[in-house]
């Protein structure tokens, strides 16, 4: 569906048919790849740096996000000890091109980190498409970006014949603010009155989401609202 590679995901999931929230599959040759994944060093910096980076710039979604799966987060620790993301996707071509695509079940009110690696020349290749914005942006190996992957298409050019690309995503999948807002169980198991009730009082419709995306004159005060104490109060 968003083009011709390999890629491995782990980490928290709810949807698909589950009734609870766990981690995705380590079955097979897959446990050993997540596992050498999970015990990089190199890795866990990336994963470490793109979420600081989501916390710098996105302070106010992050924290409604941590307080909103905090229940779920207690019993069942994310990936990385660095990163506050319950999930990841590893993107491990050897030329990983993604169509252009919506991430659907990915929560809209947080943006996702990607981050591009690879041996390539990014004046001739491998930038991130934005076709909603009519953008294409120079994106070389080591550059991270955080966007809203559920409501914005993004995918990458190709690269070079010979040369490689890879890339490391970070996200969290609604279903899970979805079964904690509900009570620590799938909607279907909450009666219809009970549930519109819910979504009546949450913050979590289109506004609230989009009001917690920081400008850039507010980000100052919005870090401050998000973490009173400073860098510290953060995970």
């Given at each position: 569906?968003?083009?011709?590679?390999?890629?491995?995901?782990?980490?928290?999931?709810?949807?698909?048919?589950?009734?609870?929230?766990?981690?995705?599959?380590?079955?097979?040759?897959?446990?050993r790849v997540i596992g050498a994944?999970?015990?990089?060093?190199?890795?866990?910096?990336?994963?470490?740096?793109?979420?600081?980076?989501?916390?710098?710039?996105?302070?106010?979604?992050?924290?409604?996000?941590?307080?909103?799966?905090?229940?779920?987060?207690?019993?069942?620790?994310?990936?990385?000890?660095?990163?506050?993301?319950?999930?990841?996707?590893?993107?491990?071509g050897p030329q990983t091109v993604?169509?252009?695509?919506?991430?659907?079940?990915?929560?809209?009110?947080?943006?996702?980190?990607?981050?591009?690696?690879?041996?390539?020349?990014?004046?001739?290749?491998?930038?991130?498409?934005?076709?909603?914005?009519?953008?294409?942006?120079?994106?070389?190996?080591?550059?991270?970006?955080?966007?809203?992957?559920?409501?914005?298409?993004?995918?990458?050019?190709?690269?070079?014949?010979?040369?490689?690309?890879?890339?490391?995503?970070?996200?969290?999948?609604?279903?899970?603010?979805?079964?904690?807002?509900?009570?620590?169980k799938p909607k279907k198991h909450?009666?219809?009155?009970?549930?519109?009730?819910?979504?009546?009082?949450?913050?979590?419709?289109?506004?609230?989401?989009?009001?917690?995306?920081?400008?850039?004159?507010?980000?100052?005060?919005?870090?401050?609202?998000?973490?009173?104490?400073?860098?510290?109060?953060?995970?």
């Amino acid at each position: 569906r968003r083009g011709g590679f390999s890629t491995i995901s782990f980490g928290l999931s709810y949807g698909g048919g589950q009734e609870t929230p766990g981690f995705l599959s380590r079955r097979g040759p897959k446990d050993r790849v997540i596992g050498a994944l999970l015990a990089s060093s190199d890795v866990g910096r990336i994963a470490g740096f793109q979420s600081s980076t989501l916390r710098y710039w996105f302070p106010l979604a992050l924290s409604h996000m941590r307080r909103s799966i905090e229940p779920l987060t207690k019993s069942k620790p994310v990936n990385f000890k660095h990163s506050e993301y319950p999930t990841a996707t590893a993107n491990l071509g050897p030329q990983t091109v993604c169509l252009g695509h919506n991430d659907s079940t990915n929560y809209p009110g947080l943006p996702c980190a990607v981050t591009a690696m690879g041996s390539f020349d990014p004046d001739f290749g491998g930038h991130l498409v934005l076709p909603d914005l009519s953008l294409k942006v120079r994106f070389p190996a080591g550059c991270t970006v955080l966007l809203p992957s559920a409501g914005l298409r993004h995918g990458n050019t190709p690269v070079s014949e010979g040369e490689t690309r890879y890339s490391f995503t970070q996200y969290c999948p609604g279903g899970l603010l979805r079964w904690v807002r509900y009570g620590l169980k799938p909607k279907k198991h909450v009666p219809a009155d009970e549930a519109r009730k819910i979504d009546a009082v949450s913050d979590d419709g289109w506004g609230a989401q989009l009001s917690r995306f920081s400008k850039l004159e507010e980000v100052v005060e919005d870090r401050r609202r998000a973490f009173p104490r400073g860098p510290s109060a953060a995970r």
